[in-house]
Every structure is written in C-alpha cells, then in structure tokens.
C-alpha cells in the first residue's frame, strides 16, 4: 500500500515563506495527480493546487501567486512553496495522491497532514 509522508509544517510569521514537501512511499506502479488541500478550524478541506502526471498545475484562488508547486516523478515527490503567508492560511495541510495498483485500479490517498500556523 502507498503512503503520502508530508513534511515542512511548522510556525511561520505573517509575510514569511513555508516550503511543503510530500513523498510516496511504498510499492508504487503508477500516480496520476497530486495536490496539497487544507483544512482551518471549522472549516472544509480545500483544493489549494493540484498538478498532472504532466506537470500541468492548477491553483485555487486563495493562494494563486502566493505559491508554487512543483512535482518529481522519478523521486515520486510533490512540493509546495508558499509565499507572502497570511493569518487565513492557518490550517492543517493535506498531500492527495492518485494511485494505481493492480487488483484495484485507481483510488485516492490522502498523507496524515502537516500543520501551517501563521502568526501576527
């Protein structure tokens, strides 16, 4: 079974940069997309940006120009630098992954999330 081991959380101050990183790890034979949610107190998980197998990526509004992600296929790893950070972007951070495997075909994996606090 993969797994999505993410990395990079930590407490920032308001105007600073966080670098994200998530890693696949386990018996891996094919990824489609990948992407970082998050999710505040109270809050729904959102979409902050996802990118193709081909590289193409998206950004979701709330962080579009703040952020870049950039993805390894041969390493299996998605990174997210975010930038100019804010109080709102307080939030638990989430890797998405979407895995084949033989038997099962493709499904979604979610890593265990990384907390993102931003302070005044």
């Known amino acids: 079974q993969v797994q999505l081991v993410e990395s990079g959380g930590g407490l920032v101050q308001a105007g600073g940069s966080l670098r994200l990183s998530c890693a696949a790890d386990g018996r891996i034979f094919n990824i489609d997309s990948m992407g970082w949610y998050r999710q505040a107190p109270g809050k729904q998980r959102e979409l902050i940006a996802d990118?193709?197998?081909?590289?193409?990526?998206k950004y979701a509004d709330s962080m579009k120009g703040r952020c870049t992600l950039s993805r390894d296929n041969a390493k299996n790893t998605l990174s997210l630098q975010m930038n100019s950070l804010q109080l709102e972007d307080t939030a638990v951070y989430y890797c998405?992954?979407?895995?084949?495997?033989?038997?099962?075909?493709?499904?979604?994996?979610w890593g265990q999330g990384t907390q993102v606090t931003v302070s005044s």
């Open positions: 998405k992954a979407k895995i084949f495997a033989p038997g099962r075909g493709w499904y979604d994996t």
């Open positions: 990118i193709s197998s081909g590289g193409v990526a």
